[in-house]
């Protein structure tokens, strides 16, 4: 049981490049999330899937895209990377309301 | 606009002693409140999680919560040097997330 997986765990981008942040969870969970973290902004929510099928914007959506292509893996886009891009990204799963999340490695992105 | 506050801290502690980390929460929807403990360069892992108003303990920790007041804490009893990282409080309304603090980072002294 890995729980939480995410890939890559590091990746510098230039400017304008494009790339896929892949999440996946072995625990059956039907809630998926993304978050980014900033020194001095903490953690904040950038797009959630509550069900396989769905996804929603959270606090800070611009410049991403995401899909859940199924029910483990749901996947963060950037189409054009941008500096202020540059940022720590956690995939979270959750399984029934309530509970709590539980946040894979997370993954480092620079862009330059 | 959903808004948790923490003291960013860093809050120092001697070890042995008691860490008391607060938080307060401005949607009085809440109905869910997580304490995350992060060391440098980590994920997130969850040390506490409480729903009802009062006190819950686990091993050294207490979470209290006082919905009226609204406001959550978090004790540490009997600090080690272990327990020195920074510590997440995050509030769950609905399906929509964690709205997260910006975190407090707590030092044990030895």
């Known amino acids: 049981n890995a729980g939480v997986t995410q890939t890559p765990k590091f990746q510098v981008l230039k400017t304008g490049q494009s790339m896929t942040l892949q999440c996946a969870q072995d625990?059956?969970?039907?809630?998926m999330y993304w978050y980014r973290q900033d020194p001095g902004m903490g953690l904040r929510l950038i797009y959630y899937?509550?069900?396989?099928?769905?996804?929603d914007k959270g606090e800070v959506p611009n410049g991403y895209n995401v899909s859940r292509l199924n029910k483990r893996e749901f996947s963060l886009r950037l189409e054009s990377a941008a500096p202020s891009q540059t940022s720590v990204y956690f995939c979270a799963s959750r399984g029934q309301p309530g509970e709590t999340q539980y946040f894979g490695p997370g993954t480092r992105l620079l862009v330059l | 606009q959903k808004e948790v506050e923490q003291n960013s801290g860093p809050l120092s502690v001697p070890e042995g002693a008691i860490a008391s980390l607060n938080c307060t929460y401005s949607d009085r929807g809440s109905q869910s409140f997580f304490w995350y403990r992060q060391y440098s360069g980590k994920s997130p892992e969850l040390i506490m999680f409480?729903?009802?108003?009062g006190d819950k303990e686990d091993g050294r920790f207490t979470a209290q919560l006082n919905k009226a007041s609204q406001y959550v804490s978090l004790l540490i009893r009997d600090s080690q040097p272990s327990d020195s990282a920074t510590y997440l409080c995050?509030?769950?309304?609905?399906?929509?997330?964690?709205?997260f603090g910006k975190g407090t980072h707590l030092i044990i002294q030895p």
């Open positions: 899937s509550a069900s396989e099928g769905t996804t």
């Open positions: 625990m059956n969970h039907n809630s």
């Open positions: 995050a509030v769950m309304t609905h399906a929509d997330g964690l709205t």
């Open positions: 409480i729903y009802s108003n």
